[in-house]
């Protein structure tokens, strides 16, 4: 319980750093935005500014969504690791515990202890089943957030690259 705990806690210090981290960015960019907001002399000027500042704004949402996933991602991996290894041990001691009560178990209690070790079996199926839909289910997910970002960063680049006066319609 107390692994789960620490882990849990180093997810949140690292999401609060990154927070922290994207704050301090944040608030510097606008602070350069607002100077060469203040420099603009024409229309055309606030336009090119306007697409240039997007530009930063996109990539740092892009750049934080990965972050974050990214750390909350590995933690549940690493939770996962420790509920597998914790599982692994109470399947030890449970074995362990017919073992030790089948010695002094009165004759004809075999077909109990055998149900126990099938529904024991059982148990090991459907924890290993579910793990993998579990880990698949991370899998896709990690895929669609990588196509998502990857589209959403394309998009930002042809729409800032493209010239002036011939911004396709959202």
């Not at 994207?22 to 090119?48: F, H, M, P, V, Y």
């Not at 010695?103 to 099938?118: D, T």
């Amino acid at each position: 319980a107390l692994t789960m705990a620490g882990t849990a806690l180093n997810c949140i210090e690292r999401l609060a750093a990154l927070n922290l981290n994207t704050a301090r960015n944040l608030l510097a960019g606008a602070a350069d935005n607002n100077k060469a907001l203040l420099s603009i002399k024409s229309l055309d000027e606030l336009s090119a500014f306007q697409t240039e500042a997007a530009r930063p704004a996109a990539e740092a949402a892009v750049t934080y969504s990965r972050a974050a996933y990214a750390i909350c991602t590995e933690t549940v991996e690493e939770m996962s690791k420790i509920a597998g290894s914790q599982y692994d041990v109470l399947k030890a001691k449970t074995s362990a515990a017919i073992d030790e009560a089948l010695k002094s178990a009165p004759a004809g209690s075999e077909p109990a202890v055998a149900a126990l070790r099938s529904t024991m079996a059982a148990t090991d199926s459907a924890y290993n089943a579910i793990t993998k839909a579990a880990k698949q289910v991370g899998e896709m997910a990690e895929s669609n957030m990588t196509v998502a970002t990857d589209s959403a960063v394309k998009a930002l680049t042809n729409v800032t690259a493209m010239p002036k006066g011939k911004k396709k319609a959202a």
